[in-house]
């Protein structure tokens, strides 16, 4: 019977022979580390950037991205007032420069060739240097939209899932209504109010482009601030404005930025498909949409019974290639950081 | 250490009810139900001490602790700290503070006096942080220390938990649970606390580990004068660092007193149920575990009168009956059994002698007295029951099951078979200087199956829900 319990209640330090913790310390060391092993402390953005490197398709989907971006941008000079901080010129002509004004010998639809090696247009423009210089549109709308987008979606998602109830029923209602448009039928129903041009581009896409990041992290803060971190920091006294921002959106970050490269091709192909319905950059532009835009109509027969593909294949491959290479990135960075996710949190064991 | 006779941290009728419906809309028609996680709990916490909670999963205890700090906002209650005042002429002047009525950045500061160690080393610390800074957060969010200040009060944490100093700058994943568990220790050590409360903090570790821990913060305890709340599901892990133990079952303490007192005689059938469960070392030890019968009910509904009467062994019978304390408890058993079924072949597990067939029975391929006996058998009844009134009224309830007539067999129950405890709320009653009960058996109201309401009215404790 449980009278006869004879344990002593006395307070005091608990003795487990074999156990106690000078025999512990001499006999093993409490973790598989000592100081000797010198395995220098890697952060979490080390070891993906790690496990990214050894990912080959995503390796190659950087360097594309870069190769166009720095092609973008040493195509022609760049001048802020007058003063030229960038003075390399890849493309050999203008963009905008109609070669038969100046140089008779070229006439419009020329194929390919040294002098032309992507051919020329259909109002006599160097298509290679319209090609290069046209990155700069498509690529810095895809980055400007996308970090517009991404910071406020993350904000609004986050303090939706923090503060949950009212504020997140609220919020995510607003979010429903967006989602019940198609975003690019949003984005044409801005340009044609507001009319083509780069800013307003921008604004097309960035208006309702951050619900989707606000309801991924939304879903995301649920289930951080359900760990005990979240509840420990608030434990010391933390605002909330520090428990989000320190404890809160670092952890949310991998899931936002394979959506964020991934749409970087998505805005970069929105942009383009509105240029080639003539709704983006003026026409004119050196924008790849766009340039198949004025290229339309030679997609069924071109002057003189000949097709003139170079018009309309080049502007298509770079926006293909472009987009290509920003979902292998994604796709790397998705699997370099779900890995580790998967490798946290169930590791040591005791 | 100078002990106080005012406790340092009080909480009155402290209660935390969790909606459990799902969100706004659910609320504005309505539907909401109420989670009784804490149900207005007393409690006292004395400088130095060490006041063990303990109580199965779900009975609250996470809840109760974390509503002291209010990490969440508790529904009812007060909670008064006694704040250390620095006036002139020494230290020990203390100033009560109700902790539900301060304002959050007068309780944010409060943070440095009450701190929390939490249950999980995994999922408590942030692993996008370095050990480094999930100590030096705390330091920075009260400005304790800055630059290399800061470091140097790092370096000194992890030494006083027993780490390296040079671990600062790794990251928790390289730890393992008992480390994982000393950096939480550290952090909450970081602002100086006088009171911390302990969230089950060995319960996911290793037993050798555990011992290890358990040390750790007894020897904090000493060296830093904390007083601590500790949490547990386990009797045994309280057993040796427990100054007083308080028994919680379903938001509400069944038991409060000394560790000496709770560990000896009288003891609430809860807890003797509890101590059976802890083994001995001692070979010719003879201890016989009291298994409880059923699961912890529903805090959603919680049962009537004394919470524990669902599964308690000693649960009482009504006066007028003669009967064994195991019978009268199958009989309880049998009743809730009817209340909580939909169809009365669910109330015992049908056998028609074994035709090998294996379609489900139904009541009517059994005989009427062959069902008597098989639901006899579950419930452990005796063939007849000794006291003729009971018999009778069994049977006649068997009956009416048998004639699948749930509702009148439910009745019948209801009526012949009614226990105090399910109408009656104990109230907490000492049984010694520093020992409390809840439980009818030591009601001084209740004496001899006859409830004497005290004078004043307010001992008419029936069922408050
Ligand atoms: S009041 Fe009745 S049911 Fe509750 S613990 Fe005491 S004997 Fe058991």
């Not at chain 1, 000079?77 to 070669?99: E, H, K, M, N, W």
């Not at chain 1, 097709?307 to 920003?326: L, S």
Request: hydrophobic content about 40%; glycine content about 10%; proline content about 6%.
């Amino acid at each position: 019977m449980t009278k006869n319990r004879s344990t002593s209640t006395e307070r005091g330090r608990i003795q487990i022979s074999g156990f106690d913790s000078d025999h512990v310390t001499e006999r093993d060391p409490l973790s598989g580390w000592t100081e000797e092993s010198g395995r220098a402390t890697q952060s979490r953005w080390e070891r993906a950037w790690s496990r990214f490197k050894r990912n080959r398709s995503a390796i190659i989907g950087l360097a594309v991205v870069s190769i166009l971006a720095l092609l973008a941008v040493f195509s022609r000079p760049i001048t802020v007032y007058g003063l030229t901080v960038q003075p390399f010129s890849i493309a050999p002509y203008d963009p905008t420069t109609i070669l038969y004004l100046s140089d008779p010998t070229v006439s419009i639809y020329d194929s390919p060739s040294t002098s032309h090696p992507m051919g020329v247009d259909g109002s006599g423009r160097d298509l290679f240097s319209r090609i290069l210089y046209g990155g700069r549109y498509s690529i810095s709308i895809g980055f400007v939209v996308v970090a517009l987008t991404a910071s406020f979606g993350m904000v609004y998602g986050a303090i939706s899932g923090y503060y949950g109830g009212w504020v997140d029923e609220i919020m995510m209602r607003i979010v429903d209504t967006i989602f019940a448009f198609p975003g690019l039928i949003l984005a044409l129903i801005i340009v044609a109010i507001l009319g083509g041009g780069y800013w307003q581009l921008v604004l097309a896409f960035s208006l309702f482009g951050w619900a989707t990041y606000g309801r991924l992290i939304r879903g995301e803060v649920l289930s951080i601030k359900e760990n005990e971190y979240v509840l420990a920091a608030k434990a010391l006294g933390a605002r909330d404005r520090s428990v989000i921002f320190r404890h809160i959106i670092p952890n949310a970050m991998p899931p936002l930025i394979v959506y964020a490269t991934l749409n970087i091709g998505t805005v970069v192909i929105g942009v383009a498909a509105l240029g080639f319905l003539g709704l983006g950059m003026p026409p004119g532009t050196a924008e790849w949409g766009t340039m198949l835009d004025q290229t339309r109509e030679t997609l069924i027969q071109g002057p003189d019974g000949s097709i003139p593909w170079w018009a309309t294949i080049y502007p298509g491959a770079a926006i293909f290639i472009f987009v290509m290479a920003m979902n292998m990135i994604g796709d790397g960075i998705n699997d370099a950081l779900d890995a580790q996710q998967t490798g946290v949190g169930q590791e040591g064991g005791d | 250490m100078t002990r106080h006779d005012e406790p340092i941290l009080r909480a009155e009728n402290l209660t935390k009810y969790y909606d459990s419906s799902g969100g706004v809309i659910d609320n504005l028609l309505g539907n909401s139900q109420w989670v009784k996680a804490v149900d207005g709990v007393d409690f006292e916490l004395r400088e130095g001490e060490t006041l063990g909670v303990v109580g199965e999963s779900g009975c609250g205890k996470s809840t109760l602790g974390q509503a002291l700090l209010r990490l969440i906002e508790p529904t009812d209650g007060s909670i008064y700290y006694q704040e250390r005042v620095d006036s002139e002429g020494g230290s020990g002047q203390r100033e009560e503070i109700d902790l539900t009525e301060v304002s959050s950045s007068r309780l944010r500061d409060l943070r440095t006096d009450l701190q929390y160690i939490f249950q999980d080393p995994f999922s408590s610390l942030n692993p996008r942080l370095t050990v480094g800074d999930i100590i030096g957060e705390p330091l920075d969010i009260h400005g304790i220390a800055s630059g290399e200040d800061r470091d140097e009060h790092i370096y000194d944490l992890l030494e006083t938990v027993g780490l390296n100093p040079s671990h600062a700058h790794r990251y928790p994943h390289e730890f393992s649970g008992g480390q994982r568990q000393r950096i939480g220790i550290a952090r909450a050590l970081a602002v100086d606390p006088e009171v911390i409360i302990c969230d089950e903090p060995v319960s996911a570790l290793d037993v050798s580990v555990q011992a290890q821990i358990l040390n750790l913060l007894e020897d904090l305890q000493e060296e830093f004068g904390l007083s601590y709340v500790f949490i547990a599901h386990d009797l045994s892990v309280v057993e040796h660092i427990s100054d007083r133990i308080a028994v919680m079952y379903l938001g509400e303490f069944a038991e409060v007193g000394t560790t000496e007192d709770v560990f000896s005689p009288p003891y609430h059938p809860y807890t003797e149920a509890l101590l059976s469960a802890i083994p001995e070392p001692d070979p010719l030890w003879e201890g016989e575990q009291i298994f409880l019968s059923g699961t912890v009910p529903s805090p959603i509904d919680p049962p009537s009168g004394c919470r524990f009467h669902t599964r308690c062994p000693r649960v009482i019978p009504p006066a007028e009956y003669d009967l064994e304390q195991e019978v009268w408890r199958s009989i309880m058993d049998l009743k809730l059994r009817v209340r909580g079924v939909d169809t009365a072949e669910a109330i015992a597990v049908l056998d028609d002698g074994g035709n090998g067939d294996n379609e489900p029975l139904t009541l009517d391929d059994i005989a009427r007295d062959n069902f008597d006996s098989q639901v006899r058998a579950e419930f452990d009844l005796p063939q007849t029951i000794a006291d003729p009134t009971v018999e009778q009224s069994l049977s006649q309830a068997i009956d009416e099951l048998y004639a699948k007539n749930l509702g009148a067999a439910q009745d019948l129950l209801e009526d012949a078979f009614t226990s105090p405890c399910e109408v009656h709320q104990p109230e907490q009653v000492p049984t010694g200087k520093t020992h409390r009960i809840s439980c009818l058996l030591y009601d001084d109201r209740y004496d001899d199956g006859q409830f004497r309401s005290t004078s004043g009215g307010t001992g008419d404790a029936i069922a408050d829900d």
